[in-house]
């Protein structure tokens, strides 16, 4: 439904619930329990030109909204120390299942013995809420995706760029939620809190009053300003919140002040992927040619010594970098690696073929450190690091490709990053986050954050999917420029990519082949 059938909608349906009060009204036929929608309005005209109108407004709202503000921001803190670290959660859950779960008139009463009745409504505003954003700020940094974060400790990207571009981004949409219900609830609950300690220069207090003279027009005013007062703070917050966190959620937009305004108003308008050529979309479904024997030397792993094709000996020479002894791996009890052994030294490419499932990524995850072996031993040598390009993209999609780049630990100059993007073809999308590019133009972004990451180690996990041959060509020559002092390891079946890096490379060529121990996929 399009966003002006809404509003003509919605504008209907109150229509609609208007006309139902007024019908009930005329049924009832007493004023006094249910006065018309004509009776309350003006009762509501009367009240708002009261000289004493925004005092006791201006009272109310500083005592809820005082405290949701509180309840928020300590909300996020311990949120987010809980979804960092386990130790905080289970020290805080006694607390906040006994703010959650103890009835609000019980708080009030006790509070009575602690607090005077002006603050009712803030302590029982903050009390209502932070629950609410504790509850959505763990979850959401607790949600953060896994595997990019995972890609950021391969990258070694700093905590801050970690903390700022993608676990905040994970948290704000549950935090933005818990704030639009929070405060529904807090108004809700300070109100009720200030009606039954009657505190004074409040709306409580004044609906206290309405009831007490069973004044049902006054009662009836008094809670249409309340919905109105709410809901415009309501509105108002939320779009300072998405002010705030912009430079972290949606960077991007900052560039264009209409897609910035859509953007705070929480106006989503969708965006069509802008692809490549045609090659992009064909490349997802072009058919894998199996690596021919005759054309390859080959060893199993872990069965005995390799068989190593070399057309540049004195890089054998060279002291390896990583070296996996004995590796053996086990999913539900299945073993899916046994007795794997690699030896990876600068200047030498490995290929790692095999059947699907037969545990060629579980090998490069354990190279990478992201995953224990249950057997054998993993040697890397001292400050070593690694690049890599992960089946899959593993980018923060909210960010441009240039942005991405540059989150890496010493980073290159911006000039020789958008030189890069524009060699890798994608050149000219710094006003575009990640999400909106095609699935080709984000392989090619993951691949332009690995080439200039500083690295020994280079690990590509079928690196080209989404690539037609051109662009495979293309991310080959500049791997080569930019890692062929690396040790190299490199799943692909493709025949075609295997002899193009072969011819684009020379040196020193390893193969192994990691036979399937089982039938898991893993």
């Known amino acids: 439904?399009?966003?002006?059938?809404?509003?003509?909608?919605?504008?209907?349906?109150?229509?609609?619930?208007?006309?139902?009060?007024?019908?009930?009204?005329?049924?009832?036929?007493?004023?006094?329990?249910?006065?018309?929608?004509?009776?309350?309005?003006?009762?509501?005209?009367?009240?708002?030109?009261?000289?004493?109108?925004?005092?006791?407004?201006?009272?109310?709202?500083?005592?809820v909204t005082a405290g949701f503000l509180l309840a928020l921001l300590l909300g996020i803190v311990f949120g987010a120390l809980a979804g960092l670290f386990e130790t905080v959660e289970i020290?805080?859950?006694?607390?906040?299942?006994?703010?959650?779960?103890?009835?609000?008139?019980s708080f009030i009463i006790l509070l009575l013995f602690f607090v005077k009745p002006a603050v009712i409504g803030f302590v029982i505003s903050l009390l209502m809420v932070f629950p609410v954003v504790y509850e959505n700020m763990r979850k959401g940094i607790a949600g953060a995706d896994g595997k990019l974060l995972e890609a950021a400790k391969v990258f070694r990207i700093p905590f801050l760029n970690r903390l700022a571009y993608l676990i905040i981004p994970a948290a704000v949409p549950y935090t933005l939620a818990a704030s639009s219900a929070g405060l529904s609830l807090c108004w809700k609950a300070g109100i009720a809190a200030?009606?039954?300690a009657q505190s004074p220069n409040s709306i409580g207090h004044e609906l206290y009053y309405a009831k007490l003279y069973v004044d049902a027009e006054s009662v009836f005013a008094w809670t249409a300003i309340i919905i109105l007062v709410s809901v415009l703070f309501e509105k108002a917050f939320l779009i300072l919140f998405r002010l705030l966190t912009v430079p972290f959620t949606a960077p991007t937009v900052l560039r264009k002040r209409g897609r910035l305004l859509r953007y705070l108003l929480g106006?989503?308008?969708?965006?069509?992927?802008?692809?490549?050529?045609?090659?992009?979309?064909?490349?997802?479904?072009?058919?894998?040619?199996?690596m021919p024997d005759t054309t390859v030397a080959s060893e199993t792993v872990g069965q005995g010594p390799a068989n190593t094709e070399t057309t540049a000996p004195a890089e054998a020479c060279k002291a390896p970098v990583a070296v996996l002894s004995g590796i053996g791996k086990c999913y539900d009890g299945r073993k899916v690696l046994n007795d794997i052994n690699l030896s990876l030294v600068p200047g030498t490419v490995t290929v790692i073929s095999g059947p699907s499932g037969c545990g060629k990524t579980t090998l490069l995850r354990i190279l990478l450190g992201l995953t224990e072996p249950d057997e054998g031993s993993r040697e890397i040598g001292k400050d070593v690091r690694f690049a890599a390009v992960f089946q899959e993209n593993r980018l923060a999609e909210q960010l441009s490709a240039l942005k991405n780049m540059r989150l890496l630990p010493n980073p290159v100059g911006k000039q020789e990053a958008e030189t890069l993007l524009t060699e890798a073809g994608i050149g000219g999308t710094a006003g575009k986050p990640v999400s909106e590019f095609s699935g080709g133009m984000k392989r090619r972004a993951a691949w332009c954050r690995m080439l200039p990451a500083e690295s020994q180690i280079t690990v590509l996990d079928e690196p080209f999917t989404g690539l037609d041959d051109e662009k495979k060509d293309r991310m080959i020559r500049l791997l080569y420029r930019y890692k062929k002092d690396n040790a190299i390891v490199v799943v692909t079946h493709n025949a075609s990519e295997i002899t193009k890096i072969r011819e684009v490379f020379g040196g020193v060529f390893i193969f192994h082949t990691v036979e399937k121990e089982n039938n898991s996929e893993k």
């Open 267 to 290: 106006i989503t308008k969708p965006k069509r992927a802008e692809g490549d050529t045609l090659e992009d979309a064909a490349a997802d479904s072009l058919t894998e040619n199996e």
């Open 1 to 63: 439904m399009s966003r002006k059938k809404r509003t003509i909608g919605i504008a209907l349906s109150v229509f609609l619930w208007i006309g139902l009060w007024t019908y009930l009204a005329y049924r009832l036929n007493k004023p006094v329990l249910l006065p018309y929608p004509k009776a309350v309005a003006q009762t509501f005209l009367k009240m708002v030109k009261d000289r004493e109108f925004l005092r006791i407004v201006w009272g109310s709202f500083t005592h």
């Open 194 to 196: 200030e009606l039954i």
């Open 91 to 105: 020290l805080l859950i006694p607390g906040v299942k006994l703010v959650k779960t103890v009835p609000v008139v």
